[in-house]
């Protein structure tokens, strides 16, 4: 079944003329915060709780419920696990990182004299977005397909090797693909007949992350409102290396040995947006919360360099004596792009001061990202086109809890993310869960320490490549998640 057009497909991995496409745009504008570990803990749904310093990134107003200041840094460690699955074939990979996905400098103060305005709060925040480190391998022997395949389909399409894209090019000058005398092109799997069976193995290793820069201001108003502002800096980067390597048998392969196919993509840049909230306190035990994140604006630099190597038993041609083949390109782009904006409505049922719950409910349209170029402002047409077809608008709902006896509270809490794609329906109900649970201490002298353990699993499917009659040859893997989060922090 052909999901979308080979144009957009074979941009997922090959690259072309423009690397660009709806994967960029979902990466960029995903989230999954990750804070302080009281944060984390409750799984961000502390929306209409406030009080909390990562808390503002979800609704600002939440730092005008503060009464004190803080200054706290947290420090974490992720364990990661991904299950691969690809034509029947199954491994597992695993990987660490370690992050600080949160620093903030809070000020709050009363203004008992200012009418009903009784308090104000600002300050400062970093947390972390999103994390991308995972690393994924399919290991298969392959009797329907080649990666060259690709290749060799684009080469039919341009017709003439004056018109090959940078990638086309690659195997055409490695000798993977050729041309006949009657002008047609072939390769060794295709060429007088179909002929696969050979060994493949497909590596993607990401790294990088997306992280915010918080400046907040926030006034409370006889504790009954509050309201707040944030002004967010963004950064994103991500590397990405997509290696496939096929190793072809002897007794099935006359000519060719095997070849080698490497990606080295690396994207930075950074986005400005603003975030506006309100909190509400009808009665002692209700806050209810409604927040809008704007779009966010991100500049993006992109570089990837391709490499193919080949070798072969012996050559095609009995006058010509090369074996091998290595040929690489590197493309360089500047463009933006614009994240749709998000809109969470929250609320938060506070018992004396001894329990808690934090339900937030958010909306996100990703169908709305845009891809832009400083140049030319049709550039990114197809772009755009492919992310209104393949992405949606989605629902995602967290729940948190707190229970606080003496110096200690326990938390727990879960979130559950929609699926972001419009075609390609998830096998789980939800694209990502999460679960998770907490500590906290805390001292009269206002030193306190909290700890998180934050479990996620989300199941992606990995585009690889266009096989010769237009179909894309996808991996399932399931990326699997574990945070262990502490945060040291001072109340003043």
Not at 254 to 272: D, V
Not at 420 to 425: R, W
């Amino acid at each position: 079944m052909k999901k979308f057009t080979v144009m957009v497909a074979s941009l997922l991995v090959a690259g072309g003329l423009s690397a660009q496409n709806f994967e960029d745009a979902l990466r960029t504008s995903e989230t999954f915060p990750r804070g302080n570990a009281r944060f984390m803990s409750m799984s961000g749904a502390m929306g209409a709780l406030g009080g909390n310093a990562s808390a503002i990134g979800v609704n600002p107003a939440g730092s005008a419920i503060a009464r004190s200041g803080v200054l706290e840094i947290t420090p974490a460690f992720t364990y990661i696990k991904s299950e691969n699955h690809f034509q029947g074939n199954y491994n597992r990979r695993f990987e660490t990182a370690f992050r600080v996905p949160n620093f903030s400098l809070m000020f709050a103060r009363e203004t008992p004299d200012a009418g009903v305005l009784s308090g104000i709060s600002y300050g400062f925040a970093v947390n972390n977005q999103n994390i991308f480190d995972a690393s994924v391998r399919y290991d298969t022997k392959n009797a329907t397909s080649s990666f060259s395949d690709e290749a060799l389909w684009a080469a039919e399409q341009a017709g003439d090797i004056e018109r090959f894209d940078p990638f086309t090019n690659l195997f055409y000058k490695t000798y993977l693909i050729d041309q006949n005398d009657d002008g047609a092109f072939f390769s060794d799997f295709r060429g007088g007949g179909t002929q696969y069976g050979q060994r493949q193995i497909t590596r993607i290793d990401r790294s990088g992350g997306k992280n915010e820069y918080l400046f907040n201001f926030g006034l409370d108003f006889s504790q009954y409102v509050y309201v707040g502002a944030d002004l967010s800096i963004q950064g994103i980067n991500h590397t990405r290396i997509f290696t496939v390597e096929e190793q072809c048998p002897q007794e099935n392969f006359e000519f060719l040995n095997g070849f080698t196919y490497r990606s080295n993509l690396a994207i930075s840049g950074n986005g400005l947006m603003g975030k506006f909230g309100f909190i509400a306190r009808p009665v002692e035990y209700i806050r209810l919360g409604l927040a809008y994140h704007t779009p966010t604006k991100f500049f993006l630099t992109e570089k990837e360099t391709q490499r193919v190597k080949s070798s072969f038993y012996k050559s095609i041609f009995d006058d010509d004596n090369v074996v091998w083949g290595d040929e690489s390109t590197t493309n360089e782009y500047d463009y933006s792009i614009t994240t749709p904006g998000k809109t969470v409505a929250s609320l938060g049922v506070v018992f004396k001061n001894v329990a808690m719950l934090g339900i937030d409910y958010e909306s996100i349209n990703y169908g709305n990202a845009y891809i832009d170029s400083r140049f030319d402002a049709f550039a990114y047409a197809d772009e755009n086109d492919g992310i209104k077809e393949n992405l949606t608008r989605v629902d995602n709902l967290k729940i948190g809890a707190e229970a606080i006896y003496g110096m200690y509270s326990f938390r727990l809490g879960t979130a559950l993310y929609g699926n972001p794609y419009e075609k390609y329906k998830n096998d789980d109900i939800f694209y990502r869960t999460d679960i998770s649970a907490g500590l906290g201490i805390k001292t009269e002298g206002g030193f306190y320490c909290d700890f998180a353990w934050v479990k996620s699993t989300q199941t992606k499917y990995n585009y690889l490549y266009t096989n010769y009659v237009g179909d894309d040859v996808e991996g399932k893997s399931k990326i699997k998640k574990s945070d262990f989060a502490v945060t040291l922090g001072f109340r003043f």
